[in-house]
């Protein structure tokens, strides 16, 4: 850990130097508000820490050691609901309590051009911070925001080089090298999560894509991300387990800001680049089924598989899936209110099953019973008959919102 020379005078952070070292950058504003200083980019990767010869926060330890904000830490903020207030106004966060029995802590985000480029730390030793440690910070942000700007842009940059190489890969357009290149072997397990926010036209793509690569970064996890169309997808070197993980983490890590309402679909796992396209189809279209469904928020595509295959069917046929007799059983509970479709849907649901589809109706097997016979009489369907009951489920699939559904 870098020491501090002893005898340094604090002063308030001045502008010389501070686009040359960050380094020197942070021991500038460690003199201005009293206390060691650690500046990290909007990622909360640490870019540079003050000098400090008294004892350690366990904290600030962490976060140097690791390279990043620890994980603990960035609970706490989610939690507390900071860190929201980090990455969108530019007042100073005080934080009295924190993991390990944290010391105070003051947080000021760093903004550039509108834009959210890094986060200054101060943490309180055993001497209080200055009086003025905050319009210090402040001052501080301003002037360190140029230079997080500038990396904010390299890191751009390479997140965008990175993305087209990503989408031709998924694409089925990448070569081995490039596969490689992205850190994913051609012998490893990869799976492919497509990331949709809740309002895609209220979500920023970038807000999306930044929090997604956060959530990676604090799981250290091998994986790339880019914008595909109107979600993002990950690649990430995973077993079907490890993908789910990483799709929770997503979720949680959103907590209950702007992307709180985040759906995901995750893929298979295979092996080899020439699975990458069929994993990729697989998660979005699992991500179109997570979407209808709004009780959760990740969805395996195993899982869903056999419903996306019937409503894909259902829709390709769409104006030709027709059964007489589910037209008479329609027209007869519009003229006498009765629920023939409703009883017939249940049953088919149940896996034809006389007592699943009662008990899921709150009746008596017998009514149930009496139900099914008058189905058969008014539909003049064969029940018995396992093409028929294939069809009669497809076609009340096909128009769910046609009277007697």
């Known amino acids: 850990m870098r020491q501090q020379p002893e005898g340094t005078d604090r002063a308030d952070p001045a502008p010389a130097g501070f686009a040359n070292d960050l380094f020197a950058i942070a021991d500038q504003v460690a003199a201005g508000v009293g206390g060691p200083v650690i500046i990290e980019d909007a990622g909360f990767r640490v870019l540079a820490y003050s000098a400090y010869l008294g004892e350690a926060d366990r904290g600030r330890t962490e976060a140097i050691l690791g390279r990043r904000i620890p994980q603990e830490w960035l609970d706490h903020l989610q939690a507390s609901n900071l860190l929201a207030r980090l990455v969108t106004s530019r007042e100073v966060v005080e934080v009295r309590d924190g993991p390990w029995q944290a010391r105070r802590r003051l947080i000021v985000g760093v903004h550039e051009h509108g834009r959210h480029v890094g986060v200054i730390w101060a943490t309180e030793t055993d001497r209080r911070l200055d009086r003025d440690a905050r319009r210090a910070l402040l001052r501080a942000a301003e002037l360190v925001a140029p230079a997080l700007h500038r990396h904010a842009e390299s890191l751009a940059a390479e997140s965008d080089r990175r993305g087209r190489q990503l989408r031709a890969i998924l694409d089925g357009r990448g070569s081995a090298a490039a596969v490689a290149e992205l850190g994913f072997p051609l012998t490893g397990t990869t799976a492919v999560l497509a990331v949709g926010p809740d ?13 997604v690569e956060l959530c990676l970064d604090s799981l250290h996890q091998r994986a790339a991300a880019a914008w595909f169309g109107r979600h993002v997808l990950v690649l990430a070197r995973a077993d079907e387990a490890g993908a789910l993980r990483i799709g929770h983490e997503i979720v949680r890590l959103a907590g209950s800001g702007p992307l709180a309402g985040v759906r995901i679909g995750v893929s298979t796992a295979r092996r080899g680049p020439s699975a990458l396209p069929r994993l990729r189809e697989e998660a979005v279209r699992a991500l179109g089924a997570v979407r209808s469904a709004p009780d959760q928020q990740v969805v395996r595509f195993g899982d869903v598989e056999a419903e996306l295959l019937v409503r894909e069917v259902c829709a390709t046929m769409a104006g030709r899936l027709q059964l007489a007799g589910i037209d008479r059983l329609r027209a007869y509970d519009e003229h006498r209110g009765s629920d023939l479709v409703t009883s017939l ?28 016979t008058r189905v058969g009489e008014v539909s003049g369907l064969d029940l018995h008959d396992p093409e028929v009951r294939l069809a009669a489920g497809l076609v009340l699939r096909l128009r769910p919102d046609e009277p007697g559904a």
């Open 345 to 372: 849907r249940t049953y088919l649901d149940a896996a034809c099953s006389l007592r699943g589809a009662a008990k899921a109706l709150g009746v008596h097997p017998t009514t149930m019973h009496y139900r099914l």
């Open 199 to 211: 309002e895609p036209e209220r979500t920023g793509q970038s807000s999306l894509l930044a929090h």
